[in-house]
């Protein structure tokens, strides 16, 4: 039952059972494979001695039925001898033999389906073996991978990491409004500068405004105006409005 216990550990197992029972996957899978390994051999060692006994028993058998087949020969011999009471020893002794020889066949054919079996267990220990070992790299893989996204989740599950990335969070928040100021103040500063120059152009239309005006009435009191080109509409008509008023 242990071998089957860790095969089928090796083959069914989960790594969320390994991760649950506090258990350590890297390891488990590297011994798990190193007692496969160390059952096979003994598995191996077990095949070849049943063999070897199953041999030892082949040639006892054989050995046994030469014997009863010489003891028969022999009772043949006394017979034709007329040496009829040592006939009938040989062929005791002969009875002796071929049971012995019907024994050990009997015994040979028991060890040869021992030995089928225990190479047919050999064959699955084998492939299973090599099963867990073509998935023993992979499993390992996948239980460092669970081991550092558990430890990345509990990072980012600790209150100090949390209030780090508060922190930052509320830093940005602060540079982002200081930066809102910053364009607001600059851009009142741009509007105050405009409005100042056009305070200015404003104060030099009025100037010229006022000379025209003085130059219009000076104009009207003489009674003559310089010549000049053809007159602006709008002049005209603002020329006319100040002397309708005067």
Known sequence: MGLLDRIARIIRATLGGWVSQAEDPEKILEQTVLDMQEDLIRLRQAVAQAIATQKRTE???????STAKEWYQRAQLALQKGEETLAREALTRRKTYQDTATALKTQLEQQNSI?????QNMVTLEGKLAEAKTKKDMYIARAR???ASEKLNEMLGNSGMNNSIAAFERMEE???E????SEAIAELNSDSLESRFASLESGNVDAELASMKAQLLGGSTSG???AAAPEDPELAKLRMQIEEGG
């Not at 030995?115 to 190479?119: E, F, G, R, S, T």
């Not at 200081?178 to 100021?181: F, I």
């Open 59 to 65: 040639r006892q058998q054989i050995q046994a039925e």
């Open 115 to 119: 030995v089928n079996q225990m190479k």
């Open 174 to 176: 602060k540079v982002l």
């Open 224 to 226: 003559s105006l310089p």
């Open 178 to 181: 200081l930066e809102a100021r």
């Open 145 to 147: 991978s669970a081991k």
